[in-house]
């Protein structure tokens, strides 16, 4: 790790560290603590704590399913909506309350029988999708996903109730990150 952050440094860059994850068990916990440290062993200044937020949440809102419901390896909107304010507190150092779109284009984690029985309707949105830069270069079956025309909504109580927690998580990250940093400095 420390050599890949040397190198991205070299090369002009930055180094973020990003905590992926969302398990709920004690390797998850784990691995939140060991990427911390190697964090701090590598002078990151970008940390994206997904995970930290994502086992806040489910301590303080099991009510909100992170997780999508059918398929238990991916996030679901509630899941995406927290790495989205996630990332956009650590990237920008601002907070995301209020700054998020409520209504998201989602993939549809459908089932071999639901694509089955929703041919058309996939096949028609994917036939008006017109992907943008990064899109384009997909592959097929990602670009299907991403043209299905699938939109998430989260309730504005539930998107800022989210934004603050990935917020607070991003500024407890930093402070640990960078010792003695006031909140106004990030």
Known sequence: MTRYCQAIRDAGGEPVFYEMGWGSGEREAEGRRRILELAKQNRIRIYV???TAWARIRSERPDLELQHPGDKSHPGDLGH???LACFYAALTGQS???RLPRRFHVWPHLSKDEKEQRREQLDAAFSQFKPDTYQARL???MRRNAGAGF???ISDDDARYIERVAWECVQATQKELIPGQSDSQH
């Open 139 to 141: 592959p097929e079956w």
């Open 96 to 98: 995301p309350v209020g």
């Open 151 to 153: 939109v998430g909504q």
């Open 81 to 83: 909506f927290t790495n």
């Open 49 to 51: 704590p997904c995970s």
